[in-house]
């Protein structure tokens, strides 16, 4: 199995920082394309930015300039550090990632269990 573990979400006041992390372990032959994904109460889930394992990333319009999406390759690690926070930007997120178990190269896509923030005005 393969688990993907959150951390760094919290309390943060309007223009603060934030900054989470997604550790991925567990039975992994390749991480492919890692990605955060968001759900505020009432609203469907989503894809906030994603980054493939050749370092391409794509963000959600109305996070461009203020988030940025990183990985570590050799440690199955991702982050977003969060800039310039909004009250709108409350929300859980969650990590996402795709997963080769073996050497065939078959992707699995694994979800954490969502990490909370909440930005006050």
């Known amino acids: 199995q393969v688990q993907l573990q959150e951390s760094g979400g919290g309390l943060a006041q309007a223009g603060g920082s934030l900054r989470l992390s997604c550790a991925a372990a567990g039975n992994i032959f390749l991480v492919n394309t890692m990605g955060w994904y968001r759900q505020a109460p009432g609203k469907a889930r989503e894809l906030v930015a994603d980054?493939?394992?050749?370092?391409?990333?794509r963000y959600l319009d109305s996070v461009k300039g203020r988030f940025t999406i990183s990985r570590d390759i050799a440690k199955n690690t991702m982050f977003l550090q969060m800039n310039s926070l909004k009250p709108e930007d409350t929300a859980v997120y969650y990590c996402?990632?795709?997963?080769?178990?073996?050497?065939?190269?078959?992707?699995?896509?694994?979800w954490g269990q969502g990490t909370q923030v909440t930005v006050s005005s």
């Open positions: 980054i493939t394992r050749g370092g391409s990333t």
């Open positions: 996402a990632a795709q997963v080769s178990r073996t050497d065939d190269y078959v992707p699995y896509d694994y």
